[in-house]
């Protein structure tokens, strides 16, 4: 009876030995895996690094091994793969190619009822997302009309939403609004208004900041337009007045889900591209969407005309 307790003992001492062997080497892969990241990452010392258990993964020789970043009320976290040996930290994506990832953004973007130029049915579709106010955006509008749209109109379609940025831009939100007026009723209003605000941002923005009482200068803008196109004037002054935003939330809400942070950002069927591009890099980017699309990218040729015939002696 002595030699089998003696023997629950050492097997009891055995195993909390190989327990704080366990923890210690635990404990200084944690510590080499936490020095690995700050130094190839450059994590601010304000940001803690927790390393979490191993567990197992798909890939043979290597373990999942998680990591948390937290910074304040932030957290993210990430797995890392880790070598059975403990000498190896590997940080991938993992890709699912079996399904489009573009054309799963395009379904997240809600384009009903929205002004549209160019080919109503084409299989390319272009959807930016606007703030009148931003110059960077007067700029690509400048380079979307007329000139690309006279090259591509007949197999594109531009979309504009809204996206605001309204800690920057104290009138964006206001000039949404009026547009969306003028949508509600007439598809070329909306896109002349555009077009004006966009080549018009600095008078506007300078009798913006004039206007001391009644309508404002877009106001002033949008029912012009109005009256140009034959639009509903007592329906539309009633939009004006109202400026319900709800339209242009739900489009900025949209629009971060997208992650959308700066305007202008486009969305070719649903390949997201940032800032405005030149020209050349617009038409390289319509190309392949085209191509992708199977639509030919380039119109073709107009065959010469055959030259008469001068006869003998001329």
């Known amino acids: 009876m002595l030699i089998f307790r003696r023997s629950i003992l050492a097997l009891l ?73 403990g000498k190896t930290l590997v940080r991938f994506n993992k890709m699912d190619i079996s399904s489009d990832p573009f054309a799963a953004t395009m379904k997240k973007i809600d384009v009903a009822g929205r002004p549209v130029r160019g080919n109503k049915d084409a299989k390319v579709t272009i959807v930016n997302y606007d703030d009148f106010e931003c110059p960077f955006c007067s700029k690509l509008h400048q380079t979307l009309f007329p000139g690309l749209l006279k090259e591509y109109g007949d197999r594109v379609k531009i979309i504009y939403k809204d996206y605001p940025l ?5 009138w964006a939100v206001h000039a949404a609004v009026d547009a969306n007026c003028l949508a509600s009723q007439n598809n070329d209003a909306y896109w002349d208004f555009a077009d004006y605000v966009h080549s018009h941002q600095h008078e506007i923005s300078a009798e913006q900041r004039d206007v001391k009482g009644g309508d ?28 319900d ?9 949209e629009a971060g889900d997208l992650g959308v942070q700066a305007t202008p950002t486009l969305f070719v069927n ?22 992708d699309a199977g639509v030919q990218a380039k119109k073709p040729s107009a065959p010469a005309a055959a030259k008469p015939d001068a006869g003998p002696g001329q």
């Open 270 to 291: 649903g390949e997201k591209i940032d800032g405005a591009l030149p020209p050349d890099e617009m038409r390289a980017l319509l190309d392949r969407a085209l191509i």
């Open 13 to 85: 001492l055995l195993c909390l030995g190989c327990s704080a062997q366990s923890n210690s080497n635990s404990a200084d892969l944690d510590r080499r895996v936490e020095r690995q990241i700050r130094s190839y990452y450059n994590v601010p010392p304000s940001v803690k690094v927790s390393v979490g258990a191993t567990k197992a993964s798909e890939f043979p020789g290597y373990d999942t091994l998680p990591v948390t970043f937290t910074h304040g009320d932030e957290v993210q976290s990430h797995d890392f793969l880790i070598s059975k040996d």
């Open 216 to 243: 404002s200068e877009l106001d002033k803008i949008t029912l012009n337009q109005g009256q140009i196109h034959n639009l509903d004037l007592t329906k539309l002054q009633a939009c004006v007045k109202a400026q």
């Open 166 to 170: 309204v800690e920057i831009h104290p």
């Open 245 to 253: 935003g709800s339209a242009v939330k739900a489009s900025m809400k």
